[in-house]
């Protein structure tokens, strides 16, 4: 199992960027595909962007492509999500995700405990 902490959330106005990080432990992280989901207040946890084990390949969803770029470091176990130009529909509590496998097709495996981005217009 992985273990993660998110870290790097807070308070911007609109226009704005953040950087979140996600420290993880665990030997199998540099095994994983990992990802970013948001949840905001009554809606469903939606996903962001996702990154093969390898760093080679990434997926975002459309509302942030050109926006939000999401990277990894295997030597130090991190994954970051580089946020740019930020919308206050970007306000939500955002997630890390360990995938069980090499890719985002493979199952969920370990979840962060969140941080929370809000963005004000």
């Known amino acids: 199992q992985v273990q993660l902490v998110e870290t790097g959330g807070g308070l911007v106005q609109t226009g704005g960027s953040l950087r979140l990080s996600c420290a993880a432990s665990?030997?199998?992280?540099?095994?994983?595909?990992m990802g970013w989901w948001r949840q905001a207040p009554g809606k469903e946890r939606e996903f962001v962007a996702a990154?093969?084990?390898?760093?080679?390949?990434?997926y975002n969803q459309d509302s942030v492509k050109g926006r939000f770029t999401i990277s990894r470091d295997n030597a130090k176990n991190t994954v970051t999500l580089q946020m740019d130009n930020l919308r206050p529909e970007d306000t939500a509590v955002y997630y890390c995700?360990?995938?069980?496998?090499?890719?985002?097709?493979?199952?969920?495996?370990?979840w962060g405990q969140g941080t929370q981005v809000t963005v004000s217009s």
């Open positions: 990154i093969s084990w390898s760093g080679s390949s990434t």
């Open positions: 995700l360990a995938y069980s496998g090499r890719s985002w097709y493979s199952d969920f495996g370990s």
């Open positions: 665990g030997r199998t992280f540099s095994d994983s595909a």
